[in-house]
């Protein structure tokens, strides 16, 4: 039997972290992500681990978004020094992501401490110190994808291409459970097809057991084209009103994806003649990664590149690297386009822009990303008529555009169809890492249209996962270089149930003569994954 407990992500949307444990006791995480969305979610942050962070020796991170991997540091502090499997991109976007998360961290503190002492109270520490999150980085060890990794004492994963963002990834698990095995899928965060920039998610066909994201388990996103002519729009509203358009942000990513747009625009002739500022220090870096692994872009992104253009490239582009630069942004009263981070407005130099803007009836602000309860980003969204800005109370007057097309999250069809894909295997599917109520929606849509069982785990909830009568014995996985053998067998095993499925729905399909799409979307996989044998 195998425990999964959920102590993260479960009932939120932040703080991705699941703890899995065979039955000869060898545990891994999954993910170790940082909780936000108001002051009684962060302060989960502060507790103490439900497990023993020395008594950790595997780390498996599918991406490098702060909810995610926000807690990393933390965990090296109290005593982690295992290794932290993931892509190569994660690892490169970790590496400045997690510095700037502990510079926050102790920014924070010092604020906090200062604001203590007028008080005569006590000082404040951070949650953890850039000395921490340079520790955690000498963790990393990067693991290309498609590739069966043996990580503990019968237990292996193969990271897939999650299409959500630069080097994202979804976790095949394969966990021997005394003779026989459980096969355990995380989603991770699943991006939507014919997404800009990065390859479509990764289709998968078998589970025993199958962790799925729900973030817009509940809604659909505008069309791409609307999306763009909304901004557009947001654009030209503020610059006929000679006002300032706001792009809250996050650094990896969103901000990549809207710098193509309007380089596209450029291109074509749209984009007004105005200034654009890119005031994010770590953006700008996390563009710099973004250029040096074109071998993650789609056709139509290395298409752009075969031309001769940079997408991630205008002419009007200028970067703000310090504080004075960002400072003379709002000192001019010309328009412009701002992206600054953080994305859900509650840290970082979109406060400022947010202050300087937000009560300007000419101005634009393009909410671009999901925006978590509790952030002023949600309030804005939801419309408030005030939020409060480094404690000020600041008016809501400027035109909010809310463009839900450009996430890089997967919509409730983009999930359905997702999921959708294991219903031969008929796993048992658990919604996570959505508002409850959410993710309540989303598995019971899952149950009545594609008829399998789902369940939403609590925060700190253990689940215990038994095999499956189809399961089969597997050999004990070592603990390390990988064992050839063994992802053969692995990969044989899917591939012959994927040719016993494929078979019977043939067979049934031979009076009509007719042959599905998604039968020839079965045999691509089944090609593909003998091609990867066989390399």
């Known amino acids: 039997m195998v425990k999964v407990t959920c102590l993260g992500a479960a009932g939120s949307v932040t703080g991705s972290n699941f703890l899995v444990e065979n039955t000869l006791g060898k545990k891994v995480l999954v993910d170790c992500g ?46 982690f020094k295992g290794r932290i499997i993931t892509s190569p991109p994660t690892a490169q976007l970790c590496e400045i992501m997690l510095l700037d998360s502990a510079h926050i961290q102790e920014m924070d503190a010092l604020w906090q401490t200062r604001k203590n002492r007028r008080k005569a109270k006590s000082e404040i520490a951070p949650l953890y110190s850039t000395e ?30 999650a299409g959500h963002i630069l080097g994202s990834s979804i976790l095949e698990l394969w966990i021997k459970d005394g003779r026989q095995q459980i096969k355990i899928v995380f989603s991770g965060d699943i991006g939507k097809s014919n997404q800009l920039i990065l390859k479509d998610p990764r289709e998968l066909y078998n589970a025993d057991y199958l962790f799925v994201e729900s973030t817009y388990g509940n809604r659909l996103h505008k069309s791409f084209d609307d999306s763009k002519a909304e901004l557009l729009e947001a ?14 942000a996050f650094a990896v990513e969103r901000t990549q994806e809207i710098i193509y747009i309007l380089s596209e625009f450029y291109r074509q002739g749209k984009l007004p003649d105005i200034p654009i500022y890119l005031d994010s220090p770590l953006a700008i870096k996390a563009t710099e990664i973004f250029r040096k692994n074109k071998k993650y872009y789609d056709e139509e992104a290395m298409v752009i590149v075969n031309e001769g253009y940079d997408p991630f490239s205008i002419p009007n582009l200028q970067y703000t690297e310090n504080t004075r630069e960002s400072i003379a942004i709002n000192e001019s009263r010309d328009s412009a386009i701002i992206i600054a981070g953080s994305g859900m407005c ?26 978590a309860n509790g952030t002023t ?9 005030s939020v409060k800005i480094f404690g000020e109370d600041v008016a809501v007057k400027a035109r909010v555009f809310t463009i839900g097309g450009f996430s890089a999250h997967a919509d409730q069809k983009g999930l359905l169809d997702w999921v959708g894909n294991f219903a031969e295997s008929k ?15 989303f598995a019971q849509i899952v149950h009545k249209q594609l008829g399998l069982e789902t369940y939403v785990p609590q925060w700190k909830e253990t689940l215990l996962l038994k095999p499956k009568a189809f399961t ?64």
């Open 34 to 79: 940082m909780f936000q969305g108001g002051k009684q979610m962060e302060l989960r942050n502060w507790q103490d681990w439900d497990f023993i962070p020395s008594q950790i020796r595997t780390l498996l991170l599918t991406h490098a978004h702060i909810d995610h991997s926000g807690r990393i540091p933390k965990l090296v502090r109290d005593g």
């Open 472 to 535: 089969h014995e597997i050999p004990v996985a070592k603990e390390a270089p990988s064992d050839p053998r063994a992802d053969m067998v692995n990969a044989l095993r899917d591939v012959e149930k994927e040719f016993a499925t494929l078979k019977q729905r043939i067979e049934k399909e031979t009076t009509r003569a007719k042959i599905s799409d998604e039968d020839i979307d079965r045999l691509r996989y089944i090609q593909e994954e003998l091609q990867a044998l066989l390399s």
């Open 427 to 441: 796993p048992r599917v658990f919604v996570v890492h959505g508002e409850a109520s959410v993710s309540q929606e």
């Open 346 to 371: 509650t840290a970082g130099r979109i406060k400022h822009h947010l202050k300087h803007n937000l009560w300007r009836e000419g101005a634009s602000i393009v909410i671009v990303g999901f925006q």
């Open 132 to 161: 921490d999150a340079l520790r955690s980085l000498q963790c990393f060890v990067p693991a290309e994808r498609d590739e069966i990794i043996n990580v503990e004492e019968g237990i292996q994963v193969r990271l897939r291409n």
């Open 235 to 248: 654009i030209n509203f503020a610059v006929s009103n000679n006002e300032k358009i706001i792009i809250p």
């Open 377 to 385: 980003g949600r309030k804005i969204v939801d419309g408030h008529k």
